[in-house]
């Protein structure tokens, strides 16, 4: 039985990670759970799976979910500390990180220290603290199973190849719903548009992400801090279907793929259940049904967050999280309507431009940069 703290668990990987978990209630518990302004689901999820503790990351939502839990005995906490307290509770042996973006970095160091077994959906831990988190990962002695499907297909591909290491990661992206569309159109798309990804079924910003790329830039980098790869040694290929999580080829030429239906139960469930296979929670993958498989080269000229991405992760230390701050502000923008598409690159690359790149040290510093990176952000974003 594991014993589950499941942070983001209103988000679109928390919802599948509470679906692995009632088809597998005899062996996964959920302890604790922890969303955001989504406080109504929280609470019916509470209520269904009644946990020790629930968590809102909004102190204005804590007393109405406190009411509409009165009744359960489910402790209620709020605020960033309630979140590490989530992780913290006796008992708790696994963290599933889901929480998006920045945030979810302390949290995942408290799990670290905890020495439980950390399922991480969320990349940019690793993109902002990669050195620091790997470090303590490696002094805890903790395993750190990824549950991003790219991520998941590369750590199956190499299971049973340690003294093989790979000569080549091969991460592959669907492209978003703007693959073909020409770099002059760009300008145009809307915040509707952006949000119809054709394969996943994903959260709003992380969609937004993918239809810049910059979601496969993030995956790259988190690539080189999972499996302790360099950046030439990754390359990213347009896979419309996403049937094909991702690759890795070996010094004799071979090259091993995992594939699977577009749906992040089988990568959540393949974390939880490590190195044990449970029952598929999908029919099987029928290849005559898949039709066919293609493959293309992205288009730096119209997705320039990818090159961005894979420029900060090359230069290190504290790029990465200026990197991501800018972007996470960018995309924020751009979905309340205070920004173009087009912008999201633009103010990214601003931003990164702003800042001397630092070794990384500290959470501390990390987490004081992520804020300046922000201010400058915003302030690119309200300048005429």
Request: proline share 6%.
């Amino acid at each position: 039985m594991k014993n589950i703290a499941l942070l983001g668990s209103t988000g679109s990987i928390g919802r599948s990670t509470l679906d692995v978990v009632r088809a597998n209630a005899e062996k996964l518990r959920v302890v604790s759970l922890t969303g955001a302004r989504n406080w109504r689901l929280l609470a019916e999820q509470a209520r269904e799976f009644r946990p020790q503790f629930v968590a809102t990351a909004c102190p204005e939502h804590e007393e109405d979910l406190r009411l509409a839990l009165a009744d359960t005995g489910v402790r209620v906490g709020s605020g960033s500390d309630a979140i590490i307290e989530a992780v913290a509770l006796a008992g708790v042996d696994t963290t599933v990180a889901a929480i998006v973006g920045a945030a979810g970095l302390q949290p995942v160091m408290e799990a670290i220290s905890r020495r439980h077994l950390i399922c991480l959906a969320n990349k940019e831990t690793l993109v902002v603290g990669g050195s620091l988190v790997m470090d303590a990962v490696a002094r805890a002695g903790v395993k750190l199973v990824p549950v991003d499907s790219e991520h998941s297909a590369i750590f199956q591909c190499l299971q049973g190849a340690d003294a093989n290491p790979p000569r080549k990661i091969i991460i592959t992206a669907s492209g978003g719903p703007f693959r073909e569309l020409a770099a002059d159109k760009m300008a145009t798309v809307t915040v509707e548009q952006a949000l119809k990804h054709p394969n996943w079924n994903m959260g709003g910003k992380i969609t937004i992400d993918s239809a810049t790329l910059m979601n496969k830039g993030l995956e790259v980098i988190e690539a080189h801090w999972l499996f302790g790869i360099a950046y030439e040694q990754i390359d990213v290929v347009v896979h419309p279907q996403s049937i094909i999580h991702s690759l890795v080829e070996f010094s004799d030429g071979s090259v091993i793929a995992q594939i699977g239906w577009p749906d992040m139960k089988l990568p959540i469930q393949y974390a939880l259940s490590w190195p044990e296979r449970w029952q598929s929670p999908l029919p099987p993958l029928d290849l005559l049904k898949v039709a066919g498989m293609t493959f293309m080269a992205p288009r730096p000229d119209a997705f320039p967050c990818l090159r961005l991405a894979f420029a900060a992760g090359k230069e290190g230390g504290t790029m990465p999280c200026i990197m991501n701050a800018a972007n996470e502000v960018a995309v924020q923008a751009f979905m309340d309507g205070r920004v173009s598409f087009v912008a999201i690159p633009a103010i990214i690359e601003k931003t990164m431009r702003a800042f001397r790149v630092e070794p990384a040290v500290s959470i501390g510093q990390l987490l004081s940069l992520d804020a300046a990176a922000r201010r400058q952000a915003e302030e690119l974003v309200a300048a005429p």
